[in-house]
């Protein structure tokens, strides 16, 4: 299983959000390019970035901020947060991310991001509200349940799929694996779990878990919660 740091990074700096309210965030660096290095030296081999106001604003904006990260360090990055038509994936991966999320674009057009799949490295980003997909920043609740998106990826070429409980997303509260699970099981592409981890019992559950790949965490480091240096040591 992987360890995904979290960089959310909003007006430039690296912030948290509870339940993806941009008016709960938390400020952890002015320097976000700064924790990479910290993550790196913990033993992390890829950092996930989501680009918040891009998210809302259907656009990237934090770009000076991405490119500083991509400058100074050495591990994997994967970046979302308004990533919607193929000149915004090709412009990233030409600064240097490593894989790109698509978020929204997956709900409203999922054959293009099973046409972006087979040119680059994509990974989809599904939020759920009680089991039902979010878009457009989490401001938007849709009508389509998650599982039921996540399976219409299975077979696509897309590399991961992201899915995030939004009701624990930075409360602390534990990561739902169920929910995780299910969606693994729908699109038999690795999950990556993300929303509410909030400790070493939490890295632990999941990896006993022979359907989920890798985790995100993000308060539950910034936070104190969590010892990333130890739970990157229990993957070895």
């Known amino acids: 299983m992987m360890i995904y740091p979290a960089i959310d990074l909003k007006d430039g700096k690296a912030v948290r959000l509870t339940k993806g309210l941009m008016d ?19 033993g992390a081999k890829w950092v996930h970035i989501v680009d918040l106001n891009g998210a809302f604003a259907g656009e990237p904006k934090n770009l000076e901020q991405i490119v ?5 360090c050495g591990v994997k990055l994967q970046l979302g947060g ?9 412009k990233m991966l030409e600064v240097g991310i490593d894989r790109i999320i698509l978020g929204s674009i997956a709900l409203r057009d999922p054959q293009f991001v099973k046409e972006m799949a087979a040119k680059y ?11 039902f997909v979010a878009v457009e920043g989490w401001g938007e609740l849709s009508s389509i349940k998650a599982v039921d998106l996540s399976r219409e990826f299975a077979s696509s070429g897309v590399e991961a799929i992201i899915c995030t409980d939004v009701s624990r997303d930075g409360t602390l509260s534990g990561v739902n694996i169920p929910f995780s699970e299910a969606i693994a099981d729908a699109s038999g592409v690795e999950t990556i779990a993300s929303g509410g981890v909030k400790d070493i019992d939490d890295i ?19 936070e104190g ?12």
């Not at 709960?24 to 976000?32: G, L, R, T, V």
Request: aromatic residues 8%; glycine residues 10%.
């Open 24 to 42: 709960s965030a938390k400020i952890y660096s002015d320097e976000p390019w700064e924790l990479v290095g910290k993550f790196e030296q913990m």
């Open 68 to 72: 500083k990260i991509r400058q100074n």
């Open 82 to 90: 308004g990533i919607r038509d193929e000149a915004t994936i090709v």
């Open 225 to 236: 919660r969590l010892d990333l240096a130890l739970a990157f040591k229990l993957l070895v």
């Open 121 to 131: 490295p994509i990974a989809v980003g599904i939020d759920a509200v009680d089991g």
């Open 204 to 222: 632990k559950a999941l990896r006993s878990s022979s359907k989920v790949g890798g985790v995100i965490v993000g308060k539950a480091y910034y």
